[in-house]
């Protein structure tokens, strides 16, 4: 057994143990891990992405106008991240130019996803890490020794609130269904804006949930992930990786594309401003064509060959400037640094997100990052809420080009997300995505670079290898 | 297979709730308002006291979680209803705690124990190409599982099958013009199987829950629902959409729609294709009946066999 019974005996600081962990639960799709240990730590990692469905091919041909409707099809915890993205495409290339309210209602469908997101991947996906749930199903079976730290009482506190959660969570989706028609999968996100010009009604009806939602990620998720770090403080110092980010920024503050989360690249320890043509995906060691490999997805093709030798995830490899880099609430946060919550402010005792330091490029600092995001997005949309006018148009009508060219780029909930559109004789000569797990969940590249996950689980501790209980929680806090 | 009823564990007198009144309680309904509402509280009362939580393996193919998280916003029963008190959820990749061999070997003990007497839900499509290399499941001792597989060996052991969602339905996207991944639908995976285990058809993209939560109480009730020549529940898609479309009366004015946002009028015209699509959305609204799609955009027939190429372009008339 693979995932949880060592294939030798316990440790030994010069001894290797392989450990596989198939499936990866509680993440949105198919994962395996592979990891080899020494002297109770990770000492190297394969991430294997098990599944492919082939959106690039089934797009070509297709009326340009339906790729928000299937694109959002890719991941249905953040459809309406790829809806956005598929619509910044296609706005660029029919060159159309929002209104402001169709600008704001886009960001407040968004934003409200955005929220849900985060709060379900804290509580019903990555907490029960750290929290044991009722002894009964689909809480058991767990690790036999799985680590969990918390006393009784708070331990009871965190399996409410995952209770209270669901139903947060829920609310978050009435309120994208407000503008966004329904969730998942909105209709309201179209090339040209929103369909749904608010109503005073509406914008009442969600400002009236928001405010359920605002008070418990104030005073229950974020104190809770901070409670955590007492417990878990160990988590914060380990799962570094390559410590390289992107973020394309997301949440259009005007139309000149300054956003709230800012768009950044960080590497080696430097600031950059973002050019996409320094994006290449490389394929060595993914399940696609050989001759595909190293492409910006701007001349992506997307064509696989799952028999492939020596590959092993149907994952491309994206690279920044030829180096792998992680994507998602860290990166953005990264970017961004915004001053932290009042509550973050009090536990850490400093003011700013980059004031955290190293400790950020951790398993808990990535959990810290988002729900310190979660805050900053929650203020935002109570900002656009006051924004948005009644019965203001949100709609720009704009036929289709007869070929032109466009490129989306945004953030998901978990990370940096790019959508490139070719359009010829009005159909989809060519569409290619780079999501957001593609950045974090990647294998090799062709110049024998881990992928950002695979680099963060060196140096984990694994004392126990019938119950590798970080690795699973390394790979949760990326969200993918 | 309609003739063919399940009873899991459970008889009908137990719950104290006749079937006659349980259609009643399900096709009962006002517009904005889930019908499973109207399951609590005698419902769940029932079920508490009379059963035994039903065992639930669901299983993930070539998806996108959509319908998973679909079903988390069933309003009542809640989802923490649901997973509590009426089904036993024994393996869900999304939700499940287990992880690696531990949760693989969990799957067929509960099928072994349970043989014959659980419920295997299936979520997205099933690829055969390529032996089934496209959606890998998980490993137990170096042996790879894969979709196709897993379905094959759970398939004739299950009482029933729930296919969720129109992946796994009739194939949907994965199985779109285009797709390289032989992506197929549970019934069309079956039958090459030969595995005759009665199939309910959910489909939607995703399924509302209360067709999700309504079939799963109704097969514990009192059996297989009724089901249309599409294998779908006729309670929840007998109905035409646009011939029960609050908006019809605008369209028997020739009072169209003029562009997307426009709030008035029937949006035929901006591609609705709400006359071809059997599903009660324009009753039972989504998200706590908050919205529907024709009342934001359009219908793009996303619980239809022929979804999305038949519905395709989205925003063109189907005329």
């Not at chain 1, 973050?344 to 330091?357: A, M, N, P, S």
């Not at chain 2, 901006?270 to 959305?281: E, I, L, N």
Request: proline share 7%.
């Amino acid at each position: 057994m693979a995932g949880c019974k060592p294939q030798t005996e316990p440790a030994q600081a010069d001894k290797k143990i392989k450990i596989a962990i198939d499936p990866i639960s509680r993440i949105e799709g198919h994962l395996k891990a592979e990891v080899e240990v020494a002297g109770g730590r990770v000492v190297d990692a394969h991430i294997t992405g098990g599944m492919y469905r082939g959106f690039e091919q089934i797009l070509i041909g297709r009326d340009p106008r339906d790729a928000t409707q299937i694109t959002q099809r890719i991941c249905g915890v953040c459809p309406t991240a790829h809806a956005t993205a598929s619509a910044l495409a296609l706005d660029d290339a029919f060159g159309v130019e929002l209104t402001d309210n169709g600008r704001i209602a886009r960001n407040l469908i968004l934003g409200a996803n955005y929220l849900q997101s985060h709060i379900l991947h804290f509580y019903h996906l990555a907490a029960l890490d750290y929290v044991n749930g009722p002894d009964t199903a689909p809480f058991v079976p767990r690790y036999t020794q799985n680590d969990v730290r918390l006393p009784k009482e708070l331990n009871d506190v965190a399996v409410g609130q995952y209770l209270e959660a669901l139903e947060i969570r829920k609310i978050l989706h009435e309120m994208v269904a407000l503008l966004g028609g329904k969730m998942p999968h909105v209709q309201g996100i179209v090339v040209g804006g929103s369909t749904e010009i608010p109503t005073r009604e509406a914008l009442n009806a969600y400002a009236e949930r928001f405010k359920k939602v605002k008070k418990f990620v104030l005073e229950k998720y974020i104190p809770l992930v901070y409670l955590l770090a007492g417990p878990y403080g160990d988590l914060l110092k380990t799962g570094v990786g390559h410590k390289n980010m992107v973020s394309w920024g997301v949440f259009p503050l005007d139309n000149n594309g300054n956003t709230l989360l800012k768009s950044g690249v960080y590497t080696d320890g430097k600031d950059y401003e973002v050019n996409p043509a320094m994006i290449r995906e490389f394929v060595k060691y993914s399940w696609f064509e050989d001759s595909t490999t190293g492409l910006n997805p701007t001349q992506g093709k997307t064509l696989p060959d799952p028999n492939k030798r020596g590959a092993y995830s149907f994952i491309k490899s994206p690279r920044y400037n030829g180096k792998p880099h992680e994507g998602g609430p860290l990166a953005r946060m990264w970017a961004t640094n915004p001053a932290l919550s009042k509550t973050g402010r009090e536990k850490l005792g400093v003011t700013h997100l980059r004031d955290i330091g190293d400790a950020c490029f951790s398993i808990l600092g990535r959990h810290v990052a988002r729900a310190e995001e979660t805050a900053l997005v929650a203020m935002a949309v109570e900002e656009w809420l006051s924004q948005a006018q009644p019965g203001k148009e949100t709609f720009v009508p704009a036929d289709i080009p007869q070929s032109a060219e466009g490129l989306g780029m945004t953030e998901a909930p978990r990370g940096a997300l790019l959508h490139y559109i070719d359009i010829k004789d009005r159909k989809i000569a060519n569409y290619q995505v780079t999501s957001a797990t593609i950045w974090n969940a990647n294998p090799r590249d062709d110049m024998g670079q881990r992928g950002p996950i695979e680099e963060a689980l060196i140096g984990v501790p694994v004392p126990d290898a019938a119950n590798p209980v970080n690795v699973g929680r390394l790979i949760r806090s990326f969200d993918p | 297979m309609k003739d063919k009823q399940v009873l899991p564990d459970v008889q009908p007198e137990k719950t104290g709730i006749s079937r006659r009144n349980f259609l009643k309680t399900l096709t009962g309904t006002a517009a904005g308002i889930g019908i499973s509402q109207m399951f609590n509280p005698a419902l769940i009362q029932a079920l508490e006291k009379g059963l035994q939580r039903h065992p639930v393996i669901w299983i993930q193919g070539q998806g996108c979680t959509g319908c998973s998280v679909s079903l988390l916003n069933s309003v009542d029963p809640s989802i923490a209803d649901i997973l509590l008190k009426v089904i036993s959820l024994q393996f869900h990749p999304t939700v499940g705690v287990a992880e690696g061999e531990n949760a693989m070997k969990h799957v067929y003990d509960v099928a072994n124990e349970y043989n014959g007497r659980f419920s295997l839900v299936i979520e997205g499509a099933i690829p055969v190409a390529h032996n089934g290399k496209y959606c890998i499941l998980g490993e137990i001792e170096h042996r790879e599982i894969t979709m196709t597989g897993l379905v094959q060996e759970l398939g004739p052991m299950a009482s029933s099958i729930l296919a969720i969602g129109t992946c796994a339905t009739y194939g949907g996207i994965p199985a779109a013009k285009g797709n390289v991944t032989g992506a197929t639908g549970v019934m069309a995976f079956l039958k090459t199987k030969n595995i005759t285990t009665p199939v309910v058809n959910i489909p939607g993209c995703p399924p509302h829950p209360d067709w999700i939560v309504g079939s799963i109480v109704h097969l514990l009730e009192s059996g297989i629902p009724e089901l249309d020549y599409d294998g779908r529940p006729k309670l929840f898609f007998g109905n035409n959409i646009h011939d029960n479309c609050p908006r019809l009366e605008d369209y028997d004015e020739a009072f169209m729609s003029m562009s997307l946002s426009d709030p008035m009028g029937c949006r035929m015209d901006v591609g609705c294709k709400g006359p071809d699509t059997y599903a009660d959305c324009y009753k039972r609204k989504w998200n706590s009946g908050m919205n529907w799609c024709v009342d934001n955009a359009v219908c793009i027939g996303c619980v239809e066999p022929g979804f999305p190429d038949a519905m395709s372009p989205f925003y063109e008339p189907a005329y």
